[in-house]
């Protein structure tokens, strides 16, 4: 999430989280569900970062993944 917001998230990483539904952990699956939804209607195409094709997001879509980041950082048993 940390990447998302910084703008150095490899498009390869966001569409591998995004894609897999996450089975064994309903919190997480939600999170993955939300980004899905940001993916949707917030992301504005790629940009490159060191040669790698990095995600690019709207405004409100970083905004969106902040506030995810802010909650998620209180979770003691997750690291984003």
Not at 47 to 62: A, D, M, Q
């Amino acid at each position: 999430m940390k990447k998302a917001v910084n703008g150095v998230l490899p498009e390869y990483e966001w569409h591998t989280f995004i894609g897999i539904s996450i089975l064994d952990n309903e919190q997480l699956d939600k999170l993955r569900e939300q980004c899905v939804l940001i993916d949707e209607y917030e992301v504005k195409g790629t940009h490159l970062v060191n040669g790698r094709p990095c995600v690019t997001f709207s405004k409100k879509g970083i905004s969106e993944l902040e506030k995810l980041l802010d909650e998620w950082q209180h979770k003691s048993d997750f690291l984003i």
